[in-house]
């Protein structure tokens, strides 16, 4: 069996967690590949049979982008806050964790992703998957921005505002939810489209079939298209972001048996 660790070493006490995870793997025989940089590849990634990630949500996402749909089901070991992805939520819980692990005793969660590719003079720039999201957002200064949004070929809106997200079900409690956007159980077959602070009365979240296809015009300068936040695509005046249900999916792995709800409950909670 082959396990490889990425480990988030901008979170505080990381090491002490790869550590454990890494002196449990060998003291039952697993031969297991530590990465402390965020400059691992695909290809370095291949031929692993699970790969455990040990910071917050964002490791969790930026590995999916870099496995770009490639079935190693991910662990993810909660060492940041919020933690809506991870499955081993404190450090005391690690050796239970790996232990159901190593004797198969656990669940594979598939989630959807969605896939975007910038278009610009009828050429294609750019392209890449999110687990989250895809935003459009200010790359510099404070001035409005403004899309016109078309659904399978339809115009559907106007915005004016700070930003827009695009969210699969899985992304609906991340960034959508401070943008006022809804939250979507992550099995739903929708994703869902957040305008950030409109400028008009009728700028809602608007939630959309999975095998709709949305293109968003880019109607002004000084934008990016961000997947999952780490992949980054500068924007200029005419370019076209096509969006859709992506083909590929991420693979959780679950040890317990927490429902969506029960996960809602616990983070939603007053501190």
């Not at 496995?67 to 919020?82: K, R, T």
């Not at 404190?90 to 975007?116: C, T």
């Not at 500068?234 to 590929?248: C, F, N, S, T, W």
Request: aromatic share 6%; glycine share 10%.
């Amino acid at each position: 069996m082959n396990i490889s660790i990425i480990a988030n070493r901008k979170k505080e006490g990381v090491h002490a967690y790869a550590d454990t995870v890494l002196h449990f793997l060998r003291e039952h025989g697993v031969s297991a590949r530590l990465f402390v940089t965020e400059t691992y590849t695909r290809e370095e990634l291949a031929g692993s049979d699970y790969l455990i990630t040990l910071g917050g949500d964002g490791t969790i996402l930026r590995a999916a982008g870099i496995l770009q749909g490639e079935a190693i089901p991910i662990l993810g070991i909660n060492v940041g806050h919020l933690g809506y992805l991870a499955e081993v939520m404190e450090m005391e819980q690690i050796p239970g964790a790996l232990s159901a692990l190593l004797a198969s005793r656990y669940e594979l969660d598939k989630r959807a992703m969605l896939y975007g590719e910038i278009i610009r003079n009828g050429c294609r720039i750019e392209k890449g998957l999110a687990l989250n999201e895809i935003l459009l957002s200010r790359q510099v200064g404070i001035n409005m921005l403004h899309f016109s949004v078309f659904c399978d070929g339809q115009e559907l809106m106007n915005y004016a505002a700070d930003g827009f997200i695009v969210s699969t079900p899985t992304g609906s409690t991340a960034y959508n939810l401070s943008a006022g956007g809804p939250i979507v159980s992550p099995m739903a077959p929708v994703y869902v489209m957040t305008p950030i602070c409109s400028h008009s009365l009728n700028g809602r979240a608007v939630v959309m079939d999975d095998s709709s296809i949305l293109e968003i015009h880019v109607e002004s300068d000084s934008q990016v298209a961000a997947f999952d936040g780490w992949k980054l695509c500068p924007l200029e005046q005419g370019d076209l972001v096509r969006i859709r249900k992506a083909g590929e999916r991420t693979t959780l792995l679950r040890i317990g048996r927490r429902s969506f709800m029960k996960i809602l409950r616990d983070k939603m909670k007053p501190v």
